[in-house]
């Protein structure tokens, strides 16, 4: 995820990092060879004349870019779920550490559980995280659960969901115990299940991708127009069809490289979510309630990315 200052019109112009330009480049490079090739040869090909003109284009061109927005709202719309179930992990951890630091009716009276649950709090925010990214989330594990307990994860396949378990178990341990009341073992067992939901919608949007036919149909719809595009212009721009066509190609081949990035939301690219900075908040959060020590916040690296 980029994160940076607004800059102002002059300098957005110029941005390089954080846009999908460098992405496009070979295809930019491409359309304008097409392009110079139209122009050079006033639209023929192996001597005939390709008999086009604008009238095409107009009409292919809302087509395309209706089925260009529709492409685009999906994949940002998968982009803002995710980044909203994660928002929700943010509160049911806090809703649920502090609740159970204010229902219990002193520290002592769970010592365990009072170090315990935090910890597997944001052992779980990491576990999501590395599942997702697919990542190897043994470091953080044995950081904060200690080699023993992090072992015993390894060969679980849904960690995240393993150490929610664990936390019920606590839970409903000190309520046989009569140390949580019956309401208050439901309220925050309800947390509970936001966090499992959040969890179980990420891995929804992971291993349910757009339809592939839609990508493939936009992929060589987007190339034929821009391919196209040179010879039905080059009658009545001329000289500069090429600068006109590299333009809508940008534009184009743009549009559908973003909706591709952001299509997977968990991935490391520039505009993908941070999920290490939001992981780190998770903790930090989950920390403060505790009275601990605070991590230092993730800041941007560099080029303003936050990964």
């Known amino acids: 995820m980029i994160i940076r200052p607004a800059p102002n019109w002059f300098r957005m112009l110029f941005v390089w990092h954080g846009s999908v330009l460098k992405a496009i480049i070979p295809q930019l490079v491409f359309m304008t060879l097409i392009s110079l090739l139209a122009m050079v040869t006033h639209g023929r090909i192996l001597g005939e004349k390709i008999p086009l003109n604008t009238t095409p284009f107009t009409l292919c061109g809302v087509a395309l870019t209706i089925f260009l927005a529709f492409r685009n709202n999906a994949s940002y719309e ?10 929700n992990m943010l509160i049911g951890a806090r809703a649920i550490i502090s609740q159970f630091r204010s229902y219990m009716p002193s520290p002592t009276a769970a010592p365990f559980e009072s170090r315990h649950l935090p910890r597997l709090l944001i052992a779980y ?3 999501v995280k590395h599942q997702l990214r697919r990542s190897d989330g043994s470091a953080d594990l044995v950081r904060l659960l200690g080699p023993g307990r992090a072992a015993a994860l390894a060969p679980r396949v ?3 969901i393993a150490l929610l378990d664990e936390l019920r178990h606590h839970l409903a341990a000190l309520n046989r115990n009569r140390v949580l009341s019956d309401t208050q073992l439901w309220m925050m067992d309800h947390q509970l299940n936001e966090l499992g939901a959040a969890v179980g919608g990420c891995e929804r949007i992971l291993a349910t991708p757009i339809p592939f036919a839609y990508g493939v149909l936009l992929h060589r719809t987007v190339y034929a127009y821009c391919a196209l595009l040179p010879f039905g212009l080059i009658d009545s721009i001329g000289f500069a069809t090429p600068l006109v066509c590299v333009f809508v190609s940008y534009t184009l081949l743009a549009l559908e490289a973003i909706a ?10 520039p505009n993908n979510l941070a999920l ?3 992981t780190r908040n998770i903790e930090r959060s989950v920390l403060e309630l505790c009275n601990e020590e605070l991590p230092p916040a993730t800041q941007p690296g560099q080029f303003f990315q936050l990964t």
């Open 276 to 278: 290490d900075a939001m």
């Open 125 to 127: 925010a990491y576990a």
């Open 260 to 269: 591709s990035e952001i299509s997977d939301p968990f991935g490391l690219a």
């Open 158 to 160: 849904f960690k995240p």
């Open 78 to 87: 998968r982009y803002w779920e995710a980044r909203r179930l994660w928002g």
